[in-house]
């Protein structure tokens, strides 16, 4: 079966005055039908560039697609023309981020900014677009959704505001649904009802999702497959289940173990130390060998290739490769 | 035995506001006879959700806001009332470190400057001597010397948070309010600066009263928790109670709301309340949870409760210890 999405060897950088810096380096991975693909990292880890990428939002310049492809049901989205792409953005792929007062036009009513993405691409208007938009406000659980609909953003609370931008991702069916974070900005009350959402929808429309975020309980609730990027490099692909069990790469190890506030030796939480390298002084080879317990000299030399175990699962670590042979 | 850090009785703080040129003057009621004590030493967490009232208690307790009504004590006195003048010898007993290291931080301070600030307003150090102090603060938060010269926009988050805490050190504080002082920093970092003020806590028995959003990470590290719901503390237990299952309903769904890393098999995470936090400029009658409660009777709705002792922790709940939890989805959690 042909994955929904399959980027292949995708490397992007920025311009800066101490010249280029690599924000992905040779990104691989797929997603397929009906499948929630988590994309894991901590700042600076190129997990959201990765996701601009896809659609194209990076600003160019400074940001630049240096290789790679991006191919959504067998097409290339980094070779399209502007126009054939518009019709790719907000139909057949979704886009919800963090911040959704950041990505709601504040003085545009709800009604309006739902109703032109279906003028856009399914020729709408007037009262037909009218009855679209309640009925995807109701779709996404907005309360009184013919009073919402008449409402600018900043009548809404976080999690209703959330929710229009789910509205608008979805009004036209996407088979790819891209989210940033979704739900970092908002209470966990709320954040719960939002994942459970997303997650009801996806089953009744039968979407795939990228879900982008630094939240391993969410991931652990979301997610059939998880992709872990440090530094811009994928360091470790595997099923969830499979994933959190027995996570290979020593910087998964650290970030779960961090992540369920594991105690170490003397009490004191378990830290992973040190911090990300800055994108300018990147270490030679494997990019968390400076805060690798695990680390020996030939972690310096290169970068390690990434190596795939029987179970599908990748890791890029040599110490971890070595383990598993 | 010894007075309290920090104690408040029946605070309250409401602020009135006015929609439009035309609308009536209306009241938000951010604190609604909150009362709690910050002891020697201790980690007191204070959760709840966005609009809770929980960083409005916090700007309370630094006295950076006038409280309507009630009782703020430091170490016994009272200082509820007290003008700026009044306040500014006794503003190094209690300091506070911001969520954004960011923002709270002067962009065009070099960090020895920033140190050296509130060291020349509460001491009476030299110059020089303040230099020497401003190294071993920043040494024991885990920064070298060359930091000094250092500007914020250098630092990683971690660095900036960990200057952030130097600076509340400096003026040898009995309590340090920490509002969401690891949210803005990665989870690999979150762990050392959370180390840090543990051991500063044990180190120089300074209290943290801990404000956060983050109900997983509390209760690993708190010695209390008090839970927040539109102005007013709805659950108060030590954090092995807490840990053992709260016994307030809305406690009890904001701690099932968080996800974990390890889900129990069979055990949902979802929330087992829905719709948003209502306004707290009209706050409902009664018990102000009884709009979202799947426990809700019609005395809810009728009679505010008052916090009671159940079963060894203070709750806000008529039927507390009799509910339930699981008839929830998320409630065996």
Sequence with gaps: ?325 | MTAPVLEVVDLVKHYPVRRGPFEPRKIVHALDGVSLTVRRGETLAIVGESGCGKSTLARCLLRLEDPTGGTIRLHGADITSLDADAMRPLRRHVQIVFQDPYASLNPRWSIGTLMADPLRLHTKLSRAERRVRAAELLAIVGLGGEFLERYPHELSGGQRQRVAIARALAVEPDAIICDEPVSALDVSIQAQVINLLMRLRREFGIALVFISHDLSLVKHIADRIAVMYLGQIVELADAAGMREGAKHPYSRALFAAAPTVDPVPGVSCEAPIGGDVPSPIDPPSGCRFHTRCAFAKDDCALTAPSLRAVEGRSVRCHYAGELDFARWAGGSS
């Excluded at chain 1, 709408?124 to 008449?150: C, Y």
């Excluded at chain 1, 497959?225 to 910087?251: C, I, N, Q, S, W």
Aim: contains cysteine.
């Design chain 1, 1 to 325: 079966m042909r994955p929904v999405l399959e980027i292949d060897g995708l490397s992007v950088e920025f311009a800066s005055a101490r010249g280029p810096v690599a924000a992905v380096n040779d990104l691989s991975f797929a997603i397929g039908e009906g499948e929630t693909v988590a994309l894991v990292g901590e700042s600076g880890s190129g997990k959201s560039t990765a996701a601009m990428a896809i659609l194209r939002l990076i600003a160019s310049p400074p940001g630049r697609v240096v290789k790679g492809r991006v191919l959504f049901e067998g097409v290339d989205l980094l070779g399209l023309s502007p126009a054939d792409l518009r019709k790719v953005r907000g139909d057949r792929i979704g886009m919800i981020f963090q911040d959704p007062m950041m990505a709601l036009n504040p003085v545009y009513t709800v009604a309006r900014q739902i109703a032109e993405v279906l003028e856009v691409h399914r020729g709408l208007a007037g009262r037909a677009a009218l009855d679209e938009v309640v009925s995807l406000l109701r779709l996404v659980g907005v309360p009184a959704p013919e009073t919402r609909a008449g409402q600018y953003p900043h009548n809404l609370s976080g999690g209703m505001r959330q929710r229009v931008m789910i509205a608008m991702a979805l009004e036209c069916k996407p088979r790819l649904l891209i989210a940033d974070e979704p739900t970092t900005a908002l209470d966990v009350t709320v954040q719960a009802q939002v994942l459970r959402l997303i997650e009801d929808l996806k089953s009744r429309l039968g979407m795939s999702v990228l879900l982008i975020t630094h939240d391993m309980g969410v991931v652990s609730q979301s997610a059939h497959r998880v992709v872990v990027m440090y530094a811009g490099r994928k360091v470790e692909e595997g099923a969830t289940r499979d994933l959190f069990a027995a996570p290979r790469h020593p910087y998964t190890q650290g970030l779960l173990r961090a992540a369920r506030r594991a105690r170490a030796d003397d009490g004191t939480l378990w830290e992973i130390r040190g911090t990300v390298p800055s994108p300018h002084a990147m270490p030679p080879g494997c990019g968390f060998a400076p805060r690798c317990d695990c680390a020996r000299a030939a972690c310096a030399a290169a970068v390690p290739e990434l190596t795939r175990t029987a179970d599908g699962h990748e890791v890029r670590c040599i110490v971890a490769a070595e383990g598993a042979a």
